[in-house]
């Protein structure tokens, strides 16, 4: 088996479950494979979703989303988006 296979196969249940998702979320756009990427590469699907002021299975950063959804940058507003993009993955 390949390499990728080896590392798909040592994935726990809910890392694949969250790789099939962004995966099946993804194809919506044309970006099926894309987004199944990112969440593997970013997050190990899943299993880290906390970075240097980036959060959730793709890792956004926490200013350039605010930024994007015109929120005021301040402590508050990063802790509370930083919890939604970790616990709620549509909201990346």
Do not use: C
Not at 11 to 39: E, K
Not at 66 to 84: M, V, W
């Amino acid at each position: 088996a390949s390499n990728m296979q080896q590392d798909w196969n040592n994935l726990s249940y809910n890392q694949r479950s969250t790789i099939a998702h962004s995966y099946s979320v993804g194809t919506r756009y044309d970006l099926g494979l894309t987004m199944a990427a990112i969440a593997w590469q970013e997050s190990d699907g899943g299993r880290y979703q906390i970075g240097n002021n980036d959060y959730g299975i793709y890792q956004i950063n926490i200013r350039y989303y605010l930024k994007h959804f015109g929120i005021k940058d301040h402590y508050y507003n990063r802790s509370k988006y930083a919890t939604l993009l970790i616990t709620d993955p549509e909201s990346s």
